[in-house]
């Protein structure tokens, strides 16, 4: 029984018909479907009022094991520091790989950074669960591949890959001799009489710095989902950015006498899924909200064409991407002809049939007419992070697998034996907790203390204020990379190029204009803050989708406290010109003598 919308007396309600083809499909029909989506996203809202507070990533007393290092557990003990640096990354993920190397090319060599990992790579040195890959294009999201002259093996590279390909590029660019591991940055303090930062660690260091960036990622801390009694499971468990290979064995072979228990099915656990389940003796999927799952179409690179890449070749394919965004004349003629109310419409509606096609995949993929049933997803696409994987469907065939589907609630507690849904205790030897990461709170996970005092974290409180999501008013000399208020980019590398760019840029001009600090005005800033809110919330897209982290989990938040949508086009594009009005934008203070 296929369950589709079909005709009732000449209305569409949700039945048990086939779902009509694309081309004969009245509005009546897209109407149920959204009806159905909105019906979903209040049953899960009606599980959850509590909105981002259903996870917690205070992973402090008994939690503090889920936080901790799984690939280096011992810490190579070393002496405290006590100096002066002129650059100081916090996090030595690929903001700062890459921002290092455009610092490089400009003669900048006094570069540190100060990671909280046993290496550089940021979110590829934490993921390294079984089957981690990137969903977006290696020939993309890679970054310095035309200075590297890295070729990516394959179309999707590996976790594994990504990570190697990170230490190649310190290496290179000889950042580990400055570099500080298994260092967490605790407070990082503007002094204005030295016009100098100070960064103080979890080592007991205490470094000093002309210029900080803060570049410890979008989605950084593990959190667990709040779920009573997690303490008390007696089994073994772990969350997938700490991935305990100890526990599971290197190919997972230590799980084939074991039943493994997996809480959440986002972008970490579809890549998981088909690997527990062919290693595991059984396997129970404790799902909330299905994800939407789509072909995924990889190949290893072809050598004919990577001979054939010209020097270049990447920032070409970048332009390339760019300019596939940007809309001619005509182009935008003709869409401001259509009212706004029908452009919704229409793009509403070819979203529901991409929705549709991913059920009908569903169908065809899932043997179990009710494990399929569960795992088609009943929102707009891209309410959630979308996901690809050949093999995710397929493995719910298997007889060991077993789907969970809590239909939006959740697990409703875990005890000593494992997680209980629906009065039953699901005995697991090991659980796994696939629930994601504290989202965008870059800048704000030490405490930064500004001019007069300010804390960056207490500003925050009455509305986020930056200029172009790099810069805030009282914050002299520090940059905050991928935070709130910078552009949305699904590849979030390219993203950084252009703020590891604009951040060379500003540092360069300042070292050339003999400038000891760049302090952007207030007025700057609330222009920034403007375009920002002029961007954001202008369709009730972000209240209809289902809770999720890309709407705050359904949480209220207000229109500046988030990406700016404006266009990565456009997000350059201000970015050069706030440059190239750099007296009008920042406050300026010369260097003495
Ligand atoms: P997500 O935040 O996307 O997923 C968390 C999951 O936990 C959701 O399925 C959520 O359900 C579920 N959950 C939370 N609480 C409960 C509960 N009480 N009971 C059952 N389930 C629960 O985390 P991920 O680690 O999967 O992904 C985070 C992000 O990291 C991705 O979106 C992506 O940006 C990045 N990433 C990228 C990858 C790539 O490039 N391939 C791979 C992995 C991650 P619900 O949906 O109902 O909230």
């Known amino acids: 029984m296929v369950e589709y919308a079909g005709r009732k007396k000449g209305k569409f309600s949700l039945g048990s018909q086939a779902l009509p083809p694309e081309s004969e499909r009245p509005q009546e029909f897209y109407d149920a479907v959204k009806k159905k989506f909105a019906e979903e996203r209040d049953l899960r809202l ?16 008994e939690l503090a094991r889920y936080g901790e290092d799984s690939y280096n557990r011992e810490v190579t003990p070393r002496e405290s520091i ?38 550089v790579g940021g979110t590829w040195y934490w993921n390294r669960y079984p089957g981690i890959a990137c969903d977006v294009v290696a020939y993309d999201y890679l970054p310095l591949l035309d200075e590297t002259g890295y070729i990516p093996t394959r179309h999707y590279a590996t976790g594994f890959e990504i990570y190697d390909y990170c230490k190649s590029i310190a290496r290179d660019y000889e950042l580990y001799d400055h570099a500080v591991f298994q260092t967490t940055v605790t407070a990082t303090v503007w002094n204005e009489e030295e016009k100098l930062w100070h960064v103080e660690t979890d080592r007991g260091d205490h470094m000093k710095a002309r210029f900080v960036i803060c570049a410890n990622g979008p989605l950084t801390k593990p959190k667990l989902a709040a779920i009573t009694g997690i303490e008390t499971f007696r089994g073994h468990s772990f969350h997938t950015g ?10 997972l072979e230590n799980l084939s006498d074991k039943v493994v228990g997996i809480i959440g099915t986002g972008a970490s656990a579809v890549q ?36 054939k890449l010209e020097p270049g070749w990447q920032a070409k394919r970048r332009r390339k991407t760019l300019d596939a965004q940007l809309l001619t004349e005509e182009q935008k003629a003709e869409k401001a002809k259509i009212p706004q109310a029908e452009k919704i419409r229409l793009q509403e509606n070819a979203n529901i049939d991409h929705m549709m096609r991913i059920h009908e995949w ?41 789907l969970v589907d809590t239909r939006g609630k959740g697990v409703d507690e875990i005890n000593e034996d494992g997680p209980v849904f629906d009065g039953k205790t699901y005995k697991v030897d090991v659980l796994i907790y696939a629930t994601g990461f504290e989202v965008q709170k870059t800048g704000v996970f030490n405490t930064i203390v500004g001019r007069d005092g300010v804390n960056l974290a207490g500003k925050y409180e009455d509305g ?77 897209r972000n209240e209809e989708c289902t809770p999720g982290y890309y709407n705050f989990e359904g949480e209220f938040n207000r229109r500046q406290d988030g990406n700016y949508n404006g266009g990565i086009n456009e997000y350059i594009a201000h970015m050069d010109d706030v440059r190239a009005h750099m007296e009008e934008n920042f406050i300026l203070t010369k260097a003495s003598g």
Request: one cysteine or more; hydrophobic letters at 35%.
């Open 82 to 119: 006590n100096d002066e640096v002129e650059i100081l990354f916090i996090g030595g993920g690929f903001s700062a790989l890459l921002t290092s190397v455009r610092l490089h090319e400009k003669g900048f060599r006094n570069i540190r950074i100060v990671e909280r990992a046993g290496d």
């Open 272 to 307: 998981i899924i088909p690997n527990l389940g062919e290693k595991a003796k059984e396997l129970y999927v404790f799902q909330r909200t299905p994800s939407t799952i789509e072909r995924r179409k990889d190949w290893p690179t072809d050598p004919e064409w990577a001979a």
């Open 46 to 61: 009606k599980y959850r009022p509590h909105g981002l507070s259903n996870y917690t990533s205070e992973l402090s007393g």
């Open 242 to 251: 700490r991935w305990d290979y100890d526990y599971t064995g290197q190919d």
């Open 362 to 402: 569903i169908d065809d993929m899932v043997e179990d007419r009710a494990t399929a049933e569960s795992l088609k997803p009943w929102y707009m696409y891209m309410c959630k992070r979308p996901t690809f994987h050949n093999d995710y469907l397929p493995t719910y065939n298997r007889p060991n697998v077993h």
């Open 464 to 540: 986020i204020r930056t200029l172009l999501g790099v810069h805030s008013h009282d914050f002299p000399n520090l940059f905050i990379m991928a935070g709130y208020q910078s552009s949305f980019q699904f590849n979030l590398t390219d993203m950084l190029e252009w703020q590891g760019k604009h951040i060379a840029a500003c540092m360069d001009y300042a070292r050339e204009n003999n400038i000891q600090c760049i302090d952007p005005t207030a007025e700057a800033e609330e222009w920034w803050v403007q375009e920002v809110i002029k961007f954001r919330g202008t369709t009730s």
